[in-house]
């Protein structure tokens, strides 16, 4: 693309590829009238994960069963991430939960996990705490396009 001095639009080359989101500037100069002219090279689109950027554990309380996989009745669902790591904090009577258990999804009231309970019998709001994972998030520079 080139621009004018006033910034309008002197030339520009249009790309379709529906694959790609967009350009990244690798250079810029001024020609002897003034205008502007970029350089730039598409951008492909590399996303690996997305979680949230809070560090802070989010208790939340649910009802679990052992041999279950899901919490239910879980009123703040939609703050959890995928990939979370769960634990169980109080309330869980004799389920139990290994370590290490992540989010698989958290839709409505529902939050399912990638292990089920263990130990025996259900409980009904049990204390339950996710910690954000953001820190394993995977370096996309390293892959291929």
């Known amino acids: 693309m080139s621009f004018k001095y006033d910034g309008t639009l002197l030339k520009s080359t249009n790309i379709k590829d529906t694959d790609d989101i967009g350009f990244k500037t690798r250079n810029h100069v001024v020609d002897n009238s003034g205008d502007i002219i970029i350089a730039a090279n598409k951008q492909k689109p590399i996303q690996t994960v997305v979680n949230r950027f809070d560090s802070a554990p989010i208790s939340f309380a649910g009802d679990i069963a052992n041999g279950a996989a899901t ?26 939960l290994a370590a290490g258990v992540k989010v698989l999804t958290a839709t409505g009231t529902t939050v399912t996990l990638d292990t089920n309970f263990g130990g025996s019998g259900t409980a009904t709001g049990a204390i339950l705490s996710a910690v954000d994972v953001s820190g394993l998030i995977e370096d996309s520079s390293k892959q291929s396009v």
């Open 71 to 96: 919490v239910t009745n879980v009123s703040n669902a939609t703050s959890l991430a995928t990939g979370d790591i769960v634990s169980i904090t109080s309330g869980a009577g004799s389920v139990t």
